[in-house]
């Protein structure tokens, strides 16, 4: 069992930055692929970014990229999503998620572990 705590979420204006982080407990984070999801008011949920358990491979979501940036700290058993130039496109709830295998994907029915998710809002 993997038990994940989205923080970080706010109000910001836009072209602000927020820093959203995802701490895992549970078992080790490490071998677990993470990856961060959206979904606004009336809208399904959206792919934003995956990385693998080293590191080594990421992924994002074309309306983010250049713009996000993903990262883990195993240590911590904490993965961050840094959002930067945000747009109120952007606001909506973000969740992220597990999968267990070492390597994630944008495919949102392939994980196994889900947050809450925190609420990020964009003002204009």
């Known amino acids: 069992q993997v038990q994940l705590v989205e923080s970080g979420g706010g109000l910001v204006q836009t072209g602000g930055s927020l820093r959203l982080s995802c701490a895992a407990s549970g078992r080790t984070f490490s071998s677990i692929g993470v990856g961060w999801f959206r979904q606004a008011p009336g809208k399904e949920r959206e792919f934003v970014a995956w990385?693998?358990?080293?590191?080594?491979?990421?992924e994002y979501a074309a309306s983010v990229k250049g713009r996000f940036t993903i990262s883990r700290d195993n240590a911590k058993n904490t993965v961050y999503l840094q959002m930067n130039s945000l747009k109120p496109d952007d606001s909506a709830v973000y969740s992220c998620?597990?999968?267990?295998?070492?390597?994630?994907?944008?495919?949102?029915?392939?994980?196994?572990?889900w947050g809450q998710g925190t609420q990020v809002t964009v003002s204009s």
């Open positions: 998620a597990a999968r267990m295998y070492a390597v994630a994907t944008p495919q949102d029915h392939e994980y196994d572990y």
């Open positions: 990385i693998s358990w080293t590191g080594r491979r990421i």
